[in-house]
Antibody, heavy 115, light 109 residues
Framework: QVQLVESGGGVAQPGRSLRLSCSAS????????MDWVRQAPGKGLEWVAV????????YYADSVKGRFTISRDNSKNTLFLHMNSLRVEDTGVYYC????????WGQGTLVTVSS | EIVLTQSPGTLSLSPGERATLSCRAS???????IAWYQQKVGQAPRLLVY???SRATGVPDRFSGSGSGTDFTLIINRLEPEDLAVYYC??????????FGQGTKVEIK
């Protein structure tokens, strides 16, 4: 079954860290660029980061640059988002998505940053 | 960064009517591509159209995309109650950052 499954969300205090994971199955993970997209409560979609299929390039939204790191382990078909120095405004549902355009999405994992 | 502006913010139509959603880009470019997504309440987004006019797998032919340069359109023919959702355009291709429009909410009367 072709799917993406995120995990790792939860509650964190401002300034702390979290690591999100996205497990891929049913397709050749190493052939696709992968992205993270987030959605604050009641708001629209915001692209966060992309990593090339082989991990050779990464790009970030200005809002997370220097705080978040996207990475992948193609041997384990897993995508990661390391989130440091979390802010209240990082609260939202985080989706992993395949490729560009995003033809496959996970169900999302909720990150809440609150003191 | 390319800014996408969607209009209208909300569209309220009756079943069977046609919905016309607009997406305007702040700049054009040969490497820019436009996609459209549908997001229903409590669900992840779903790809509807890519490359401005190509329907994604399994998308009904009631949905059609068009446009070029800086102006793009998603048309939903013969609206059905299940089309209740927020629709987002997105630009991808070229160099990141990719960006989304702010969304158009389609309401069914």
């Amino acid at each position: 079954q072709v799917q993406l499954v995120e995990s790792g969300g939860g509650v964190a205090q401002p300034g702390r860290s979290l690591r999100l994971s996205c497990s891929a199955s049913g397709f050749s993970f190493s052939n696709y660029g992968m992205d993270w997209v987030r959605q604050a409560p009641g708001k629209g979609l915001e692209w966060v980061a992309v990593i090339w299929h082989d991990g050779s390039n990464e790009y970030y939204a200005d809002s997370v640059k220097g705080r978040f790191t996207i990475s992948r382990d193609n041997s384990k078909n897993t995508l990661f988002l390391h989130m440091n120095s979390l802010r209240v405004e990082d609260t939202g549902v985080y989706y992993c998505a395949r490729g560009g355009p995003f033809d496959l999405w996970g169900q999302g994992t909720l990150v809440t940053v609150s003191s | 960064e390319i800014v996408l502006t969607q209009s209208p913010g909300t569209l309220s139509l009756s079943p069977g009517e046609r919905a016309t959603l607009s997406c305007r880009a702040s700049q054009s470019g040969s490497t820019i591509s436009i996609a459209w997504y549908q997001q229903k309440v409590g669900q992840a987004p779903r790809l509807l159209v890519y490359g401005a006019s190509s329907r994604a797998t399994g998308v009904p032919d009631r949905f059609s995309g068009s446009g070029s340069g800086t102006d793009f359109t998603l048309i939903i023919n013969r609206l059905e109650p299940e089309d209740l959702a927020v629709y987002y355009c997105q630009q991808y291709g070229g160099s990141p950052p990719w960006t989304f429009g702010q969304g158009t909410k389609v309401e069914i009367k």
